[in-house]
Structures are given as C-alpha cells and as structure tokens.
C-alpha cells in the first residue's frame, strides 16, 4: 500500500505548468531522487506532497494519519529561539517540551522555576510527553547539537543541522528532503547518509550532491517541462539514457518542423488548398500548428566562459609559519605552504574548523599573529562568496553584474548584459527582476556570473556548488577542469572535488593543516584515522570556529585499553540503568512536592550523569574503531 500518491495531477504558475499530468507513487522503503533543472519545478512538488499547497487538477492522496516531514531549501533568518526550541518545534507538543527544558535550565536562577516545572510535568504525562522529549534529546545528542545556545549564534551548517534535527525528531511516515547538505561538512554528510540508509519510511529527495545519490537512491524521478519520469537504476545509467533520449526527440522535432515547413508551403499556394478534396489536408496543417505550439522545448543549456587575466608569475602565494587563534584556541598553528601557478587545491575540515579563515590569511584580508605571507607577481584575484553577503538585495540581476551599463567587456570582446546573463539561464524578464526574488540556485547563478566578468588567473570558490542543479555543476566543474590559472576551492561535494582538485588541504586536530595529494577520495585512501564529530561552539565571526575535538590515536590498542573496552559495555549497561531510575524517580507526581535542594539536587544529578553517560558512549566508539582496524 502506497504512503503517497496522486493521479494525472497538474499545477501552473501562470502560463507555464510546473506539473502536466502527472503520475507518482511512493512506498515505505523507498528512496526517491527527484532531479530537474533549477525552477523545474521540484520545490513546488514537494510542497504538494508536504499539503502546503493544492494542485490544480488531478486526485493527491495520503495514507490516513500519514507523519511528513520536511528539510527547507532555505535558512532560517536569524531567531533568539534556542536549538532544543527548534527541534522540539517539528512535534506537537514541541511548545509544551520546550517550556519544559527551559524551567529545567533555569531551575538554579528562577525561583518560580519549580512549580512551573510541575505543572507541565503533570501536563507532559497525560500527553505521553516524556517519550517525545526522550526523542527529542535523542536526536539532539546524535547531531552533537547545543540544545541552549540560540540558532542566532550559530554559523550556516550548524543551523543546517538544527533543520534536520526538526524534520527527523517527529520520526517520520514520509521525508522530504530539499538539498539536505547544503552547508553540511564531510563528517555530517556521511552521517547523514547512515541515517538516512536506516529510515524505514519514505524518502524523496532533492540534491546536487553526486555521492549523496549514488548510496541512497534506489530510483530516480525526473521532473523536465512539466512531465515527471521515473528511471529505475543509477545517476550514471540515467545520464546514458537521458542523452539517448534526448537525441531521439531532437530528431522527431526536426522532421516534424520539416513536415510543416512543407505544408505551410502548400497552404501559400491558395486556390489548392481551398478545393474541397484538400480541406483533410488544412485540417491536418492546422493541427501540426497547435502541436508546434504546445511543444516545450528544453531550455538552452548554461554557457560560462572565465575572463582570462596575464599569467600571473610563478609563485602565487607562500605562507610561512601561520598561527592564527581565536578566543584562545589555535585555529592555524605553524602552516606552511608554497602555492605555485596552475595549482588546484581543495581545502577540506569541519564546519568552523576555518577554511574561510585561512583563505582571508592567504589573500591578505586577515593578519596571522604570527608567520608572514607573500603573494608573487601579476596576481588577479577573483573569489566566490560563500555567504552571498555581496549580493544587493534590493538590485536587479542587470545592475547586480553590470552596474548600470549595456554591455561588458570578456576576454576583448563586447557583449550585451542581456546575452551575457542569458548564458547563465537568465530570461530578460528575470534579468530585470530584484535579486531578493532569486531562488538559491538562480542566486549562485548569479554570483558566477558576477565573478566570471572578473580578469582572473587566482580563483577564489567557497562552497560554488549550493543550489546548482546537476547539469549546472557538472558545466562548472568543465570550465574548471579548462581554467589555466590557479584555483583555490572549498568544497563539501565530494564527487566535485575528486574531479576537479589536484592535492587538498586538510583541518586536522589542534589547528593542524595537512596536505595530501589528490582528491577527497585519495584522502580518505591516505589519512590514519577518521575523526569524530566535533563539538559545536557557537559563532559569532565568520572566523570564529567551533573548539577542535582530540582524535582517537590511531594505531593498534595496548593491554589497558583492551581491558577497557572490554569492560565499557558493562560500565554503559549500569549508567543506563541508573539514568532510567533517574527519568522514574523524576516522572513520579510526588517528586516535586518535596524540598527544594532535593529537586535540584537529583535533577543535577540526572545532568550529570547524562554527560557522564555521552562521554563513556564516546569513549568505546573510539576504542571500538581502533579495535575493528
């Protein structure tokens, strides 16, 4: 039995529909791709299988009861709600948990804290509360997120987390994922892959990210000019078949455009086409015109040339002795590093961990505290924001690139801004359009076609594959491939980086950068030991990282930590033990009625245990790690 269905269904915005006649199922167990052209549409879909919007026309139907869940495309806007808040937010009683939480927290503080505590512990009961918010805490723990810190404080990808903590806490009948790792680093992408391969529910999903596709879809569902095609097998096998495809109908359109070239012909003729024993034959014309007509072509196909700059000298930039620290904590201790001319270098780390940093210390936009950095000769400079923070929006896409003028001038040419920004699929009725009307993909458009105005022989790109579509990203990384200059790329995409770069810097412990040749894959080949997660810090610079966790030391285990694996099992089995008669203890009605410094007392305890618990859950995956190895 499906979760979800619909029956010829159809929606249009305007004259265009974004869905024509469309047939879809989707059943427990399923993971669906849904791929098509940035304002194909997709978005649009999902919402209609969310019920935030109605079809025009056709029959939508849902299993009774059916639990969705849904990952925004876009960021939340800046918000004093805390993360516990957020996440508690996608489930019901979500307001209720995060009162809460919050008198739980502020119990030392508020003296009224208390008996607010009772009286929604009383109201927690008679809901079943205490199993969502165990859920909730859950979820939490798993994403390693700051349940008190406001989402305010906390950088893209950790409130990129704290969205997917939302969707997954409700435990889900059906999710639907749009670009869920955008702002993700490695380490969370994988771990969501995981999670996402133990979902025994629905899953329809939007991204650009290649690797994320090929572990996680069992089907994908194409969505290209208001038709939506379901292909069965891989990414690969349906590009193969696409172009094929593609080639067929080309051929089609051009013996039909033939066939009514030669009848409109016939028709200028006059007297013979008005003879009655030809009146099938204008009829016939008339319907080929009405065909013609209906038919939707396939939108041209994004065009980016790069201004090519003079060849810079070569030696681009040699850093020497870097360290760089923030709050205290070294983020760059003791980087060295010679760049030279046509030089393709990924920079590899968690989110916070300071990437961006280092590409400010290398172009000269931050001072080390200590080290120096030396640029060579004939440097041009162009860099992709990561951020969009250079965007007006309150300008038109024609001022955006242009600033007020016709045409630009690439690589000793003149072109009409119009022609120009129609490369990058922009119509010139969305190229008069304000920048705030841009969807994220049509804004990362817009961003490259800013940059590619630029002379430039450095190419600055952090994170230049948000929101892309694949074909988008896939001409990106041929132009790339193409470039002669040197390019330095942030990058958590990891097919994009295993095609594009030449050797990757990579963030280890401790403000260390390690360099390893190769792409993200030849650095998996290559590296000691995987990292854990670290730990969130909240961000409130675009320099400012969460603090480094200590990895696990690579290597075999010796004789104690044998032992202590062997004997954390059972120290995990007694500290659950002892956290469940703490939850008993503290759901008991009469727990509160007694004195004050006993609540508090046995309430800290359970928070301490609780940490004590995570950090022995840590400590045996560690060991566990090296033990398998």
């Known amino acids: 039995m499906p979760l979800i269905s619909f029956d010829n269904l159809s929606i249009a915005f305007g004259a265009e529909k974004l869905l024509d006649g469309a047939n879809f199922q989707l059943d427990a167990g399923e993971r669906v791709c849904l791929i098509g052209r940035n304002g194909a549409g997709k978005t649009t879909l999902l919402r209609l299988l969310a019920g935030e919007i109605q079809p025009d026309g056709g029959e939508l139907w849902r299993q009774p009861s059916l639990r969705v869940a849904t990952l925004a495309q876009e960021l939340p806007a800046d ?93 889900p009948d059906v999710l639907l994922l749009d670009e869920p790792t955008n702002h993700l680093d490695l380490e969370t992408i994988q771990w969501l892959e995981n999670e996402l391969l133990e979902f025994r529910g629905g899953l329809l999903f939007v991204t650009h990210d290649r690797a994320l596709l090929q572990r996680l879809a069992t089907r994908l569902l194409e969505l290209d000019r208001g038709i939506l095609t379901s292909w069965p097998g891989d990414y690969a096998a349906f590009v193969e078949k696409k172009a094929a495809l593609l080639e067929i109908e080309a051929r089609h359109s051009a013996k039909f455009d033939k066939n009514l070239a030669q009848e409109e012909a016939w028709i200028r003729q006059g007297i013979k086409a008005r003879r009655t024993r030809n009146e099938g034959r204008v009829r016939a014309l ?32 040699e850093a020497q002795n870097l360290f760089y620290a923030w709050q205290g904590e070294p983020l760059i201790r003791d980087f060295s590093a010679r760049i030279l001319r046509g030089d393709r270098i990924g920079l590899i780390g968690p989110n916070g961990s300071g990437k961006t ?24 400079i162009a860099y992709f924001d990561q951020l969009r923070e250079h965007l007006d929006p309150e300008q038109t896409v024609l001022d955006s690139v242009a600033g007020g003028r016709e045409t630009i001038e690439l690589n000793g040419q003149r072109r009409h801004i119009i022609g120009y920004l129609g490369d990058f699929l922009f119509t010139a009725q969305r190229a008069r359009s304000p920048v705030k009307s841009l969807s994220g993909g049509e804004r990362n458009r817009l961003l490259l076609a800013r940059l590619f105005t630029q002379p430039a022989n450095l190419l600055v790109m952090d994170e230049p594959t948000n929101d892309l579509d694949l074909e988008t990203l896939e001409l990106l990384e041929e132009l790339l491939l193409e470039y002669t200059g040197t390019l330095l790329l942030v990058s958590h995409d990891r097919a994009f980086l295993d095609n594009v770069v030449t050797s990757c810097l990579v963030f280890e412990s401790d403000g260390r950068i390690r360099e390893y040749v190769g792409g993200y894959t030849d650095w998996l080949r290559q590296r000691a030991a995987p990292e854990p997660l670290p730990a969130v810090k909240s961000k409130p610079a675009p320099a400012a990282p969460p603090k480094p966790s200590k990895p696990a030391t690579s290597g075999r285990l010796g004789y104690n930590e044998r032992r202590e694996l062997e004997q954390l099992p059972a120290r995990i089995e007694e500290l659950e033990q002892r956290q469940q008669a703490l939850h008993d203890l503290t759901a008991d009605p009469t727990f509160y009625k007694q004195d004050t410094a006993i609540v508090t007392q046995r309430l800290e305890e359970l928070k301490a245990l609780e940490v004590d618990l995570e950090a022995t859950y840590a400590r045996w995956e560690a060991l566990e790690g090296r033990g398998v190895g």
């Not at 307001?95 to 607010?116: E, M, N, R, W």
């Not at 396939?298 to 000298?313: H, N, T």
């Open 79 to 171: 918000t004093t709600a805390t993360v516990f808040e957020v996440v508690a937010g996608g489930l019901e009683l979500g307001t209720l948990l995060a009162a809460y939480h919050d008198a739980a927290v502020h119990l030392s503080q508020d003296p009224d804290a208390l008996g607010k505590m009772e009286r929604l512990q009383h109201e927690l009961e008679a809901r079943d509360g205490w199993r969502w918010q165990q859920r909730v805490e859950t979820v939490i723990s798993r994403l390693q997120l700051p349940a008190d810190t406001p989402l305010a404080e906390l950088s893209g990808g950790w409130r990129r987390r704290v969205l997917l903590g939302r969707a997954l806490v409700r435990d």
């Open 286 to 317: 008339y319907a080929l015109r009405e065909e013609r007509r209906q038919r939707r072509e396939q939108s041209g196909k994004a065009s980016f040339a790069l201004e090519q700059a003079e060849v810079s000298g070569k030696l681009v930039i």
């Open 357 to 380: 940093t280092l590409l400010n210390l290398l172009l000269g936009h931050l001072s080390p505290a200590s080290g120096q950095v030396r640029h060579g000769t004939k440097l041009e």
